[in-house]
């Protein structure tokens, strides 16, 4: 299953982890958007997965405070603020995911401290997601909608968790992911 997701992987085109020109600045556009990079989507998703794995209130405190987070640094982008090497930050948040997701069976006050620095990052993916707009027209709609991609691409991690709980696979599937979520870190260094 492994060679089977870095087969995959190795086919996704390099504009996959670039951050296109949004379509437009509506609430779907919004929607879309954290779906338009690997690098987003590991991510959120690696914090839906680290939620439920680490159970009691980070089921909620983790996705919520990304989400708070990226809020935070859309307001920032919008306001004209610049930051720089924000692609590399965005990066590091790929790899604490991956450390997370690799040191959760082992070593879980690793996988707490990485996923939490993971999540402030978040502000990062926040402030891209704007600062690539054109204009500014539409932003609260725009951002209501990155929100709600957001929480359904974590949605989609935490249902990840436990359906692989299901089947006796949790840990190796946490692993996979992790080395995943590395491949990634390892490609945005490179592109």
């Known amino acids: 299953m ?26 779907l556009s919004g929607i879309a958007h954290p779906l338009s990079g ?3 989507f590991i991510a959120m998703f690696g914090i839906g997965i680290m939620a439920v794995a680490l159970g009691g209130s980070n089921r909620w405190r983790f996705p919520l405070g990304f989400l708070v987070m990226m809020g935070l640094g859309a307001i920032v982008a ?9 692609e590399s930050l965005i990066a590091m948040s790929v790899l604490l995911t991956g450390v997370a997701l690799l040191s959760l ?39 209501s909608g990155m929100l709600v991609g957001s ?7 935490m249902f990840t968790v436990v359906m692989l709980s299901r089947f006796n696979m949790k840990a190796k599937g ?15 260094l490179t592109a």
């Open 174 to 188: 946490q692993k996979i992911l992790g080395q995943l979520s590395l491949i990634v870190f390892a490609l945005l």
């Open 78 to 86: 919008r306001n004209g603020v610049g930051i720089i090497h924000v």
């Open 151 to 157: 929480a359904l691409i974590q949605l989609m991690g």
């Open 38 to 40: 690997m690098d987003h």
């Open 105 to 143: 069976n082992t070593q879980p006050t690793l996988a707490k401290v990485a996923t939490t620095l993971a999540a402030l990052f978040a502000l990062f993916h926040g402030y891209v997601h704007v600062a690539e707009m054109q204009t500014h027209t539409g932003f609260s709609q725009y951002l």
């Open 2 to 27: 492994k060679k089977l997701l870095i087969g995959l992987l190795g086919l996704l085109p390099m504009s996959v982890f670039a951050h296109p020109e949004p379509l437009g600045h509506g609430l």
